[in-house]
């Protein structure tokens, strides 16, 4: 099955800076990368996604790269604030028939320091 | 905007006891999945639900769960006898309507403790 390996750990930063999370994946028959954002205590929500036919992805200061040759993805976060502060999370899936089922990394804590 | 709920938000039982877990989701979806995520570590899928029947499950969803989508809006996950390593974060989800929509949409999940 999909094996997917999420780094950093925790990933501290100051306000302003950017932030980049590498994830990479095991299965070349992956093909859609969602990104999500869990804050302490809440739900994980989808940031951002990309599907394998996309190199890149860009929204406002988050962006996701893809590199279907090397099997990894990136979140890259610019312009870091306080509130981008929480624990994200990569997964990935082959998507065929109705069938969606990700394998999610293990997290990243980010921290963003004032 | 629509979201998906559950309930109890927090749930504490004894071991071997059964718990039911319920999920609402959202009303147009129908695809559907439960998620387990123990403290501190990455979110782990269960079970996903498709034309009511379960489409595909993990190896963690042994013959102590079990899914169901007993009317047009609710879906549960039971743990017929609990046991201690149960205890985590049970997330539902959903998506839809479209096959080709991947987007899952969580709920808040259940923190279920067993003692």
């Known amino acids: 099955g999909e094996n997917v390996e999420q780094h950093p750990s925790t990933l501290s930063v100051q306000e302003g800076d950017s932030a980049v999370i590498k994830c990479t994946y095991s299965d070349s028959a992956s093909n859609y990368f969602p990104w999500y954002k869990q804050e302490l205590g809440k739900r994980p929500q989808l940031i951002i996604d990309?599907?394998?036919?996309?190199g890149e992805k860009k929204d406002q200061r988050i962006a996701v790269t893809l590199n279907k040759t090397a099997k990894h993805f990136s979140l890259h976060i610019t312009e870091t604030q306080p509130e981008d502060s929480a624990v994200y999370f990569c997964a990935a899936s082959f998507t065929s028939g109705g069938s969606y089922i990700p394998t999610f990394g293990r997290g990243t804590s980010l921290i963003v320091h004032p | 905007e629509p979201e998906v709920t559950q309930t109890p938000s927090h749930q504490v039982t004894q071991m071997g006891q059964e718990v039911i877990l319920r999920c609402v989701p959202i009303?147009?979806?129908?695809?559907f999945y439960w998620y387990r995520q123990i403290l501190g570590q990455k979110v782990e899928f269960l079970v996903s639900f498709y034309n009511n029947e379960i489409s595909e499950k993990s190896e963690i969803f042994d013959d102590q769960f079990s899914v169901e989508r007993p009317d047009g809006s609710n879906f549960t996950l039971k743990i017929r006898s609990t046991k201690l390593e149960d205890s985590a974060m049970y997330f539902c989800?959903?998506?839809?309507?479209?096959?080709?929509?991947?987007?899952?949409?969580f709920g808040p999940g259940t923190r279920l403790l067993v003692l």
């Open positions: 989800a959903s998506r839809g309507p479209d096959r080709g929509l991947e987007t899952q949409y």
């Open positions: 009303s147009n979806h129908l695809y």
């Open positions: 990309i599907r394998s036919n996309v």
